[in-house]
């Protein structure tokens, strides 16, 4: 699927990867690799609950790691390696999704029709084992795509602050840290995503 | 407690993160409140839904695209990475159905801008009817000068027939000429002078006839050579000279 150029140059890409990587070392202790080892999931599952698309996703993730390999030289520490990575995913997902609004609002296109168009069946989310039967893992699927569906209905700021706390079970802290907002933000910003989706959800079901 | 002061504080009491004695207070409530206990539920079970998403796993080849692009981005210049940049999200406007007329449109107004830079560039200039005068780099005593200058090449020493008030707002913007041939000391039958007035449109009335030809037959050709005159100021290079006027008569036939 993926052409053989992208097949990693390992000597060459290593070499020049190590500068930013000594000098993230001094304040970060680990390598640029490390640091993608660690976090490429998080990063990615992030942007993907914002955006619902995984080309997208896949698209924005690059972005992301690349700001993060350019900008490491002047991270500060003064807040954790993960909430910068958040706040850096958080800022591109954020500008891609109103890239795409604003689209929608010169009336081109919008980002559902975008999805519904481009990734039909495009989920490749790892069923948990507790699936019993290939019934039950459809089920499941099913399922979750309706939640993923409830959560991309939710205003921008709404969706993200919810995700970060039920998907990815981050502290108030820690968001209020990535989005740049404060304390109170964040809590009224769950509350009122959580209580539309609350409506949602039992709009649904009846 | 009343619902009023619960319902808000649900999300945060679900978290946790409410102080103890709020949170002892509404654990109280939803004790005793059966649609404060019921809204709970519905938060714990939107929780539990989003939680079940659970990550998703990033495809592993995620880490080439990564070093592919940081590789790629290091190695070009700049002026590359622009190119890049802009081809790429160029791309994306395209493929979209409907940026179609917004390209169609933007082609449109180029062209009509480039037709309109082209004719403005190719055609003479004309005279603006309804702009004022000063708009041309005229100075304000420019219609004097004109008919002083003309005056004096064709041998009048002055307007002594007739004193105008060339500043005045009226007469401003007209520019006054001397129109006449063969002016001599010694006026034979066909001589005449006169200043006659152009308007901005650049036709010519007369305003006042210095001196008449002694053929009084003579005044209705000369009449119609007037008004047949059309003036505009010279121009070199499609610029305007302002010192200069061009004067164009056609050719009339004098039958008597
Ligand atoms: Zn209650």
């Known amino acids: 699927m993926y052409p053989d150029e992208l097949a990693l140059h390992d000597d060459k ?25 660690r976090y490429s999931s998080m990063v990615f599952s992030l942007v993907y609950q914002i955006l619902g698309d995984r080309e997208e996703a896949l698209d924005v993730s690059q972005d992301v790691f690349f700001t993060i390999y350019r900008k490491i030289g002047s991270f500060r520490g003064e807040s954790s390696i993960k909430t910068w990575i958040y706040r850096i995913a958080v800022h591109r997902a954020a500008n891609r999704c109103r890239w795409w609004s604003r689209l929608r609002r010169r009336g081109t296109v919008s980002l559902e029709e975008h999805l519904s168009r481009n990734s039909e069946g495009d989920i490749y989310r790892s069923l948990r084992s507790d699936a019993q039967s290939p019934e039950d893992a459809l089920l499941i699927q099913e399922e979750h795509r309706e939640v993923e569906r409830m959560l ?13 706390k039920d998907i990815e079970g981050l502290s108030y802290e820690e968001i209020a840290e990535a989005m740049q907002i404060s304390l109170g933000t964040v809590k009224s910003r769950i509350a009122r995503g959580r209580e539309v989706l609350k409506r949602n959800f039992r709009e649904a079901m009846s | 407690m009343l619902c009023e002061k619960a319902l808000p504080l649900l999300s945060e009491y679900f978290d946790d993160v409410l102080d103890p004695q709020t949170a002892i207070q509404i654990s109280q409530h939803l004790g005793q409140c059966i649609r404060c206990r019921r809204e709970f539920d519905g938060l714990s079970s939107v929780h539990k839904r989003l939680q079940a998403l659970h990550r998703v796993a990033a495809p592993a080849y995620l880490n080439s695209l990564v070093r592919h692009k940081i590789e790629k981005r290091t190695r070009d210049s700049w002026r590359v990475r622009l190119r890049e940049d802009i081809e790429r999200r160029w ?8 940026m179609w007329y917004v390209t169609r449109a933007l082609g449109t107004v180029m062209a009509s801008l480039f037709f309109v830079l082209i004719t403005s560039a190719i055609t003479p200039y004309y005279m603006n009817v309804n702009a004022p005068v000063r708009d041309l780099n005229f100075p304000p005593d420019y219609s004097h000068q004109v008919a002083v200058n003309l005056m004096k090449k064709l041998g009048i020493p002055t307007l002594a027939q007739r004193q105008i008030a060339w500043r005045d707002a009226a007469i401003s913007d007209l520019y006054f000429s001397q129109f006449g041939e063969a002016i001599s000391s010694t006026p034979k039958d066909d001589d005449f002078s006169v200043v006659t007035r152009i308007d901005r449109s650049g036709s010519a009335q007369i305003q006042n006839v210095l001196q008449y030809p002694a053929d009084e037959n003579l005044l209705n050709n000369f009449n119609a050579m007037i008004t047949t005159a059309r003036w505009r100021p010279a121009s070199r290079n499609g610029q305007v000279i302002s010192s200069h006027l061009v004067c164009m008569v056609s050719k009339i036939s004098v039958d008597n």
């Open chain 1, 13 to 37: 890409s290593a070499v020049s990867q190590r500068g930013a990587l000594e000098r993230a070392g001094s304040r970060v202790d680990l390598t640029f690799e490390e640091l993608f080892e």
């Open chain 1, 152 to 164: 991309l209905q939710l205003p921008l700021q709404q969706r993200v602050a919810v995700i970060m």
């Open chain 2, 91 to 98: 791309s994306k406007i395209r493929t979209l159905e409907g």
